[in-house]
Nanobody, 120 residues
Framework: QVQVVESGGGLVQPGGSLRLSCVVSGRYYSIYAMGWYRQAPGKQGDLVAA???????NYADSAKGRFTISRDNAKNTVYLQMNRLKPEDTAVYYC??????????????WGQGTLVTVSS
């Protein structure tokens, strides 16, 4: 069974920074891509940033220039460095891993989420 576990959320003041981490564990063949999504209270969840195994990245317009997604393939970990945080960044952030399992089936696995609160 494949698991995805996020960490690094918390309370930060506007203009501050946080780094989220997401680790994939379990038995699988390969990780195709990983991404961060967020859902604010009462709103639809949206993609924040994603990265493929080859390092190609994709960002939401709201994240461009402030957030950076990176990946350590050796550690099966993806990071989201968030700078110049704004109150509207407040949300539960979820990590998603698109993987091929040990039977070469394509699966998407989600973490439990980590809360980021931007407030003074």
């Amino acid at each position: 069974q494949v698991q995805v576990v996020e960490s690094g959320g918390g309370l930060v003041q506007p203009g501050g920074s946080l780094r989220l981490s997401c680790v994939v564990s379990g038995r699988y063949y390969s990780i195709y891509a990983m991404g961060w999504y967020r859902q604010a209270p009462g709103k639809q969840g949206d993609l924040v940033a994603a990265i493929t195994g080859g390092g190609s990245t994709n960002y939401a317009d709201s994240a461009k220039g402030r957030f950076t997604i990176s990946r350590d393939n050796a550690k099966n970990t993806v990071y989201l460095q968030m700078n110049r945080l704004k109150p509207e960044d407040t949300a539960v952030y979820y990590c998603n891993a698109s993987i091929y399992d040990s039977l070469y089936r394509y699966l998407e696995v989600w973490g439990q989420g980590t809360l980021v609160t931007v407030s003074s």
